[in-house]
């Protein structure tokens, strides 16, 4: 009986070869699509949870309760810190939900974001000389008379240079009046006086008073780096998540303050912009094939080198001058004595020479040159905003730049440095009572004004306004630094308050049930936390594969349709043309029930069999490619893929999936053509074909 | 008992708003075994009285009887089982399916009926492509096989079940008049072996003086 059907369900399959074969492609390709894209959106959803939850949301996330936004810890859309409140004591929180045998740790931590205003290069060099007396005055071994005069050299140097660009024209003067010019460029000729320098060490102050007040104006400050930076226990931070790793420097030693930069931020940010370039270009020639010749960026990049060799000039160490003007000349083999000028040379960058001169430059000039606007060891100014909306500056030692192992160069997951604990609850505006004496004390002392709330969002809010700062708020903002320098004084004071904590599970497949408890707990111990799984903690990024897979399923499903559409067209022109047939086998006695079946087999045949192939399809391609892994292609990437390469393999039960929506999908589809075929008379047979 | 009985039939069509009355009111009754034409010129309603025989179609007023049956009293199911169980029909057209070959063809209403075995099947299909004579065409599609030989493989699918009664619409209307003579010829023979009831129509003379009795039609009625 069935293979009846099967004959007469197959017929018309081969009947209308363009059609079938349409209906065909277009399941082939949505099968294809729906088990391929759902082995990837699912092999991206797990890389992206372990990108999460392995850099920054551990399985689960408390915050207060009172938190007037939810908590996203990549920030909100338009990057500001999510406002969440504080939950003032830790350890009464750790202490609680340890007690949940399934919570493994807790990482108490912060959001927040910083600026960092380098100055320009005069007024650090004149910083570090201040700096050098100061220690020397306190009688500090470690500074020696030879080092003084070492980085009175370097600003001689530097003071040269920029005389040399006054007189070529090629200097940044960033001076108004014409007026305020002239004394500038008079007081760069005084300072540039060998009498100048007789007695330098005897009126250092004033000396680098004139200097940094009145010549550094006739350079641009450097532009202000901002970072994102989380404050958290950095021990526990280390030991919880697997991934960290120290690249450059060190770890903060246990009970020292301390910043750590992102190393992709410190290779992005923090490094200066020529050197930058030169990687943008050999990252774009080696890894993205580019030619220079045929890349307008490319060429814009070099373009940009050459105009502004000046930032690099000016990170020269003077003391090296004349070995690198040789070993320039030897290379470039030129007869110049001018450094700026065979630096000219050296940047005349071609597609043949690149990547010689990349070499050449990372081997043979870095050494001599300050790459990097912040060295590790240094200790920087980072001035924040404070929960009530006052600045707070600190000054902190940076040890080191860490990365997350296997997403090393993702923009998202270094889009936060570390600092901390203390250092970022000072920052965040936590203070303790005896802290809140002593800045009053030394606020008193120094008489300071107090900066508008306006004026704090100038600063905050964009350079320009800040650059219209009067020139004694700006002291006063960097007096501010100073006065909460505390660097080395070790962390005496209690202060338990924290932002959000990350919490590990021991069994992360039991967060419903964590979840649960920990609300239990809350309830019980009035602990006044919500907690939320990572993927609501990490906000927008979180919901980021739910996305993809609603528009990967909705394709999908338009795609489907348009197959039903299809079936049911041409299942409804079959009947159109089988009338005679169709009323003929009911004549001969053929029940309704019987038609419906061969309609039924019909489509089933098309879909399973199209369907089949499209999914043969899709996973040959996963075992093949999927094994293989996709490579993450720019850093974006690696962090939804959680490593360089994205491997994915079948999900059989969305196989399954697929397969009952094709079924039920074509099932649809017959209904309308069955019914009419079922309608059609046995009188039909009686018709001659006319 | 008459296997085939019309009481006063009547049938009219509905031709847009026009009533065209096809039957005026037919009576006649078939026996059993008889071999019955249907003569009478085109449009007198020799195909009506078939249709309405055949139960494919009903009667707008008037009794038709069918194996005891009053048609107008079965619902779809039970004219079709009607239809598969004591009915075998020879179309003008032949009407076979495509798809099919010549066994499959006439195996098909077996298939529907559904009260045979496998072997059981067999036997009586490949009885019946003998008693056709397609022996060597049992493979054949239709469309390989000259009109006259369809006509058998039709004969053999509306015997195959072995009905009391089988009805014809002119099945020599679409063949030459030698191969039509020879279906005629199969026909009666099936008719004095078997016993089987044969009612169709024909407006050939010489079928029509073949055949033990003849109901004439003219303008919808019968001709005394
Ligand atoms: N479907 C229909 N709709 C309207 N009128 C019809 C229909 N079928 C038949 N008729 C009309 O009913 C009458 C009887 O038709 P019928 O087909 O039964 O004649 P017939 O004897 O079979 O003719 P022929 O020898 O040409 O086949 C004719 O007048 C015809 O026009
Ligand atoms: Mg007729």
Redesign the pocket.
């Known amino acids: 009986m069935n293979w009846i059907l099967f004959k007469l369900a197959f017929r018309n399959i081969f009947l209308h070869k363009m059609k079938t074969l349409i209906v065909g492609s277009i399941l082939i390709f949505g099968s294809f699509l729906a088990v391929m894209g759902n082995s990837i959106v699912d092999a991206i959803a797990s890389g992206m949870k372990n990108s999460i939850t392995q850099s920054v949301t551990g399985d689960l996330q408390i915050y207060s309760e009172k938190a007037k936004e939810a908590l996203s810890v990549f920030g909100n859309i338009d990057g500001s810190p999510s406002d969440v409140g504080y939950v003032p004591n830790f350890d009464k929180v750790k202490t609680a939900l340890l007690k949940h045998s399934n919570i493994r740790s807790i990482i108490p931590m912060g959001g927040n974001f910083a600026l960092m205003n380098p100055g320009n290069f005069i007024d650090i060099q004149v910083e570090k000389l201040r700096t050098l007396y100061k220690k020397k005055a306190l009688k500090d071994p470690q500074v020696s008379s030879l080092e003084i005069e070492s980085a009175k050299q370097q600003l001689l140097f530097l003071l040269n240079d920029l005389n040399e660009g006054v007189k070529q024209n090629r200097a940044e003067v960033i001076l108004d009046t014409q007026s305020e010019l002239e004394s500038a460029q008079r007081d760069l000729q005084i300072a540039l006086a060998p009498s100048f320098w007789e007695d330098f060490d005897d009126n250092f102050e004033s000396k680098l008073e004139l200097i940094g007040n009145k010549v550094a104006p006739l350079v641009f400050d450097d532009s202000m780096l901002y970072f994102n930076y989380l404050g958290t226990d950095l021990e526990a931070f280390k030991n919880n998540f697997p991934q960290f790793e120290i690249v450059k420097g060190q770890f903060i030693p246990e009970g020292e303050r301390g910043f750590l930069i992102h190393d992709y931020v410190y290779e992005t940010m923090v490094k200066n912009r020529i050197a930058r370039r030169m990687d943008e270009i050999k990252k774009a020639v080696v890894e993205d094939q580019q030619k220079i010749s045929e890349s307008k960026e490319l060429q814009e990049l070099i373009k940009a080198n050459k105009e502004q060799i000046a930032e690099l000039y000016l990170t020269l160490d003077y003391s090296h001058k004349p070995v690198l003007t040789q070993k320039l000349k030897t290379y470039l083999n030129k007869e110049e004595e001018d450094l700026r000028l065979l630096l000219d040379h050296f940047f005349e960058i071609q597609e043949e020479n690149f990547l010689s001169r990349y070499d050449f430059f990372y081997k043979e000039m870095a050494p001599y040159f300050q790459l990097y606007k912040i060295s590790i060891g240094d200790v920087i100014p980072l001035t924040a905003m404070t929960k009530v909306g006052n600045s707070s500056a600190i000054n902190v030692k940076v040890w080191g730049t860490f990365h997350f192992k296997s997403f090393e160069n993702s923009p998202l997951a270094g889009s936060f440095s570390l600092i901390d604990l203390n250092s970022f609850r000072d920052l965040y505006g936590f203070l303790t009572e005896s802290r809140r004496k002593q800045n009053q004390e030394i606020a008193s002392e120094m008489g300071v004004l107090d900066l508008s709330k306006d004026d704090l969002e100038a600063i905050f809010g964009d350079d320009k306004k800040a650059e219209e700062l009067s020139e004694a708020q700006q002291a006063q903002v960097s007096q501010e630094k100073i006065a909460e320098n505390y660097t080395d004084a070790p962390v005496v004071e209690k202060n338990e308050a924290f932002i959000n904590a990350a919490l590990f599970l021991k069994d992360s497949s039991q967060m419903e049930d964590s979840i649960a408890a920990i609300q239990e707990i809350n309830k019980q111990e009035n602990l006044g936390i919500k907690v939320v799984d990572w993927r609501s903690a990490s906000g927008m990024v979180g919901q980021m594969t739910i996305a993809l897979r609603i528009i990967l399923f909705g394709f999908v499903l338009i795609l489907f349709m348009i197959a039903a559409l299809m079936i049911m067209n041409s299942l409804l022109m079959a009947t159109m043309e089988r009338q005679q047939e169709i009323g003929t086998m009911r004549a001969i006695g053929a029940p309704k029930g019987f038609l419906y079946k061969i309609y039924l087999i019909e489509t089933a045949v098309t879909s399973i069999l199209f369907s089949f192939i499209g999914t043969v399809l899709a996973l040959a391609v996963i075992y093949t490619v999927g094994r293989d892994g996709i490579p993450a292609q720019g850093d974006v990437a690696k962090f939804f893929f959680s490593g360089p390469r994205l491997h994915f393999y079948p999900q059989w039960g969305q196989i399954l999936v697929v397969f009952i929506i094709i079924l039920f999908i074509s099932f649809i589809a017959t209904q309308y053509p069955a019914w009419r075929a079922m309608k059609i008379s046995p009188l039909r047979a009686m018709q001659n074909r006319d | 008992m008459h296997p085939i009985e019309l009481v006063n039939v009547k049938k009219d069509y509905l031709l847009g708003n026009v009533r065209v009355p096809a039957l005026k009111g037919v009576s006649f009754a078939i026996e059993p075994g008889e071999f019955t034409v249907i003569a009478g010129p085109s449009g007198s309603g020799?195909?009506t009285v078939l249709n309405l025989i055949g139960c494919v179609d009903t009667a707008t007023e008037g009794d038709v009887v069918i194996a005891s049956k009053k048609t107008s009293d079965l619902n779809d199911r039970e004219l079709t089982s009607l239809r598969l169980n004591t009915l075998g029909f020879i179309f003008q057209s032949f009407n076979l399916i495509p798809v099919l070959d010549v066994y499959d063809n006439i195996e098909f209403p077996l298939l529907l009926k559904k009260d045979l075995t496998p072997k059981q099947r067999k036997e009586r299909v490949d009885y019946f492509i003998e008693r056709v004579g397609l022996k060597n065409h049992r493979k054949h599609r239709p469309s390989e096989l000259s009109g006259g030989q369809r006509q058998r493989v039709a004969i053999a699918r509306a015997l195959v079940t072995k009905p009391q009664i089988v009805l014809a619409?002119?099945p020599t209307a679409n063949l030459d008049s030698k191969t039509g003579q020879s279906i005629i010829d199969l026909m009666k023979e099936i008719n004095s072996i078997d016993k089987t009831t044969f009612i169709f129509?024909t407006h050939d003379y010489s079928i029509m003086n073949q055949a033990r009795r003849i109901i004439q039609l003219q303008d919808g009625m019968i001709l005394k």
Do not use: F, G, N
């Open positions: 020799k195909t619409d002119e129509s």
